[in-house]
């Protein structure tokens, strides 16, 4: 598995997490190391990180990079 993602706001984590199983991507969301957080109850602040099988990491990659230029524009 490869990290594609790190960041501290989880609702960026499950987005990026929707957009890239929709494009047939199994992706892992973790939260200071435990795996498929519950969305509403956790608040560890060590960040929330993304994993996608070793094949998925270049698309992955593009559609992380793609949602972290339209969260820029919007700044």
Same mark, same amino acid.
């Given at each position: 598995? /490869?990290?594609?993602? /790190? +960041? =501290?706001?989880?609702? #960026?984590?499950?987005? =990026?997490?929707?957009?890239?199983? !929709?494009?047939?991507? @199994?992706?892992?969301?973790?939260? +200071? +190391? /435990?795996?498929?957080?519950? @969305?509403? &109850?956790?608040? %560890?602040?060590? +960040? &929330?990180? =993304?994993?996608? @099988? #070793? %094949?998925?990491?270049? %698309?992955?990659? #593009?559609?992380?990079?793609?949602? !972290?230029? !339209?969260?820029?524009?919007?700044?």
């Amino acid at each position: 598995m /490869k990290q594609v993602y /790190k +960041g =501290l706001y989880q609702e #960026d984590a499950m987005v =990026l997490k929707s957009m890239l199983e !929709s494009a047939d991507i @199994p992706t892992e969301l973790l939260s +200071g +190391g /435990k795996l498929d957080v519950n @969305p509403l &109850f956790n608040v %560890d602040i060590t +960040g &929330f990180t =993304l994993q996608v @099988p #070793d %094949d998925c990491e270049a %698309d992955a990659l #593009d559609i992380v990079a793609a949602y !972290s230029e !339209s969260k820029h524009e919007h700044e």
